[in-house]
């Protein structure tokens, strides 16, 4: 779910006109095609101190997948993290509608969502998508502002019931070590 829904929000967020696309726009360094290398770097670094910073265990990173920077994964919760440069988003808020009408339409049962209070400068949203009998997978949003220009928008994903796997409290650790992690 978290590449089909990253690369909804690249599309939504920064479309890329075709007789633009043989060159970069003023203000973004998203890049059709995929991930540049030096994003992809960036992305597994801070995934990777953001993780050891939280102390979730047994993580394994991904950047194989062109549609995001990096995605992770680690017992009972798995996640990714998306750097968006386009110019033309003002605040970390307005990533959160396009976040959500994305999961929206991957989900093929029950779905909610919601925006969350605004904390330390970063926008947070939920949503949660039940399918049959199923114990309803939760997936949290964290949009900071990045040091260099633009955001990083941080997903997690978890079982919200019966999974004797997933760390207790392990997406409010991921969201307190982003804050510390991303100055």
Not at 18 to 32: C, I, V
Not at 69 to 79: L, M, Q, T
Not at 82 to 94: C, K, S, V
Not at 126 to 147: E, I
Request: charged share 20%.
């Amino acid at each position: 779910m978290l590449p089909v829904l990253l690369r909804c929000v690249r599309n939504q967020l920064a479309p890329i006109p075709m007789q633009e696309a043989a060159r970069p726009q003023r203000g973004a360094q998203a890049q059709p095609g995929g991930p540049s290398t030096e994003r992809r770097a960036e992305a597994l670094t801070l995934v990777a101190n953001l993780l050891s910073e939280a102390g979730v265990k047994g993580f394994k990173l991904d950047a194989s997948d062109d549609t995001v920077d990096v995605s992770w994964s680690a017992p009972g919760i798995r996640g990714g993290l998306a750097i968006l440069t386009d110019g033309r988003i003002e605040q970390p808020t307005d990533t959160t509608p396009h976040l959500v009408a994305a999961a929206a339409r991957k989900c093929k049962g029950k779905f909610i969502s919601g925006a969350m209070p605004e904390e330390d400068g970063g926008a947070r949203a939920f949503s949660s998508c039940q399918v049959g009998t199923a114990a309803p997978t939760v997936s949290q949003y964290l949009t900071l502002r990045r040091p260099a220009g633009g955001y990083y928008i941080f997903v997690t994903h978890a079982v919200a019931a019966g999974n004797d796997n997933a760390e207790p409290g392990a997406e409010k650790q991921i969201r307190a070590a982003a804050y510390r992690v991303v100055k």
